[in-house]
């Protein structure tokens, strides 16, 4: 790969000092795991084998309703915003596809492929959006302010399914294979809109959009409480996106942004039921304290990302398959160095969760020794699972401290002086 953003020459330098300090710690962590009988190579290469996506919107600073602050350098337009991504796979070697949304990442579907092929990036699920209105689109005419696939008027919601309809075309020219329909629809006053009827409508519009999926794709429905709509959401939890799901055919599936919960919801057993029913799809990682708040996976509550992976670990088998991305909003860090960091935060979870030993666990929930159960589970989450982490980085190709050579290559300062700062721009994120 002869067109990565930074000269792998920088990341082996920065490798070479801190090498033998790795191989130090991994053979200690080896040896403390070969003790309770686990293989640190097999654990190693599972940690190697797993990748999630990162959004194209997730490189550039985002915003809150009431500001933005532009980043140095951010990226303008989909090129650039490829090539952050190149530096975030480069670095961290766990983010090899890139999840794009339509319209924002609109460019010739030649173009984006080649463009991506060169940097070694591929292409994640694809991501409408009818929760703005596009003015610079002549195919979106009217507006999305009281919905859109919801919507009272047939033409918006036909408007609607017609825009999903393009990005599975788009997402077809780019080897996509999945298409994720997050709405913004609802209502917020109570009486404004009929619950049942709106419900009835959406997934009369999701049924047209399921019917133009290629045979190997899958339609991702993603619920989220609350905002824009503060009173009432079409597809507000798991229930509803389960039952859309459902409805629409065995290729939806329902999508878990992990944001997208009210406050100390139990989320690792909405993953454990939506598997259970075969309808769960795929996440959107990121952290949160109070809402959706878009923060770095792991950064708020590593223990819940852990939780959930320790269901992701049991229910791993032929045939579950789910698609792992993240959706953040970066507001006072570098993009890139959050992204990075994420994608590690998210690995160490599965890493912590693959320590776990199962056979143990489930002795002890036969017998209800719940100390015992509680202890053989936390001691997955308590290891320090950085050397296998750096290890996979580092057999990749990757950097052993990635953060630290991200800023030793001095990437942001080179593209801030081709990039003049975007002032306004959309922080949009579901
Ligand atoms: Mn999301």
Request: negative net charge.
């Amino acid at each position: 790969m002869s067109g990565l953003p930074i000269d792998p020459g920088v990341v082996a330098h920065h490798n070479e000092p801190r090498a033998a300090a790795l191989a130090e710690d991994y053979d200690a962590l080896g040896a403390r795991l070969a003790r309770r009988g686990i293989d640190i190579a097999a654990v190693t290469a599972k940690v190697a084998g797993f990748t999630v996506a990162v959004p194209s919107w997730g490189v550039g600073t985002g915003g809150t309703r009431f500001a933005r602050f532009p980043g140095e350098g951010e990226p303008r337009g989909i090129a650039q915003k490829l090539q952050d991504c190149a530096v975030i796979q480069q670095l961290g070697r766990a983010t090899p596809r890139v999840s794009l949304h339509i319209p924002w990442d609109r460019a010739p579907a030649a173009e984006l492929r080649d463009r991506a092929g060169a940097l070694g990036l591929g292409f994640d699920a694809m991501n409408s959006n009818t929760f703005q209105d596009h003015p610079d689109e002549p195919a979106h005419r009217l507006s999305y302010r009281f919905g859109s696939l919801s919507h009272t008027d047939p033409a918006v919601r036909a408007q609607a399914v017609a825009h999903n309809v393009e990005c599975i075309e788009i997402g077809r020219a780019l080897g996509s294979r999945a298409l994720t329909v997050w709405i913004g629809d609802g209502s917020n006053f109570p009486g404004q809109s009929h619950m049942g009827r709106a419900f009835e409508r959406y997934l009369g519009a999701m049924g047209e959009i399921y019917a133009a999926l290629p045979e190997d794709w899958r339609l991702f429905s993603e619920h989220k409480m609350y905002e824009p709509a503060f009173y009432a959401t079409v597809v507000q939890d798991w229930g509803t996106s389960l039952l859309a799901a459902q409805a629409l055919g065995p290729k939806a599936a329902c999508l878990v942004d992990l944001g997208h919960h009210a406050p100390n919801v139990n989320i690792e057993m909405i993953v454990s039921r939506l598997a259970h029913a075969g309808k769960l799809g795929g996440f959107h990682f990121n952290d949160s304290k109070y809402g959706d708040d878009d923060l770095d996976a792991g950064a708020i509550d590593p223990f819940r990302l852990f939780l959930v992976f320790n269901e992701l670990v049991d229910l791993d088998g032929p045939g579950f398959d789910p698609a792992y991305m993240i959706d953040q909003s970066h507001n006072v860090t570098d993009p890139i160095e959050s992204l990075i960091r994420s994608a590690d935060e998210i690995r160490r979870a599965y890493a912590q969760a693959l320590l776990v030993d199962r056979t143990a666990l489930a002795g002890f929930q036969d017998d209800n020794d719940p100390l015992m159960a509680s202890e053989v589970l936390k001691a997955g989450f308590r290891a320090d699972v950085d050397p296998i982490l750096a290890r996979a980085r580092l057999d990749a190709g990757g950097a052993i401290d990635p953060i630290g050579a991200y800023r030793v290559s001095r990437y942001r300062a080179r593209v801030a002086a081709e990039r003049p700062a975007v002032r306004g721009g959309g922080g949009g994120i579901t």
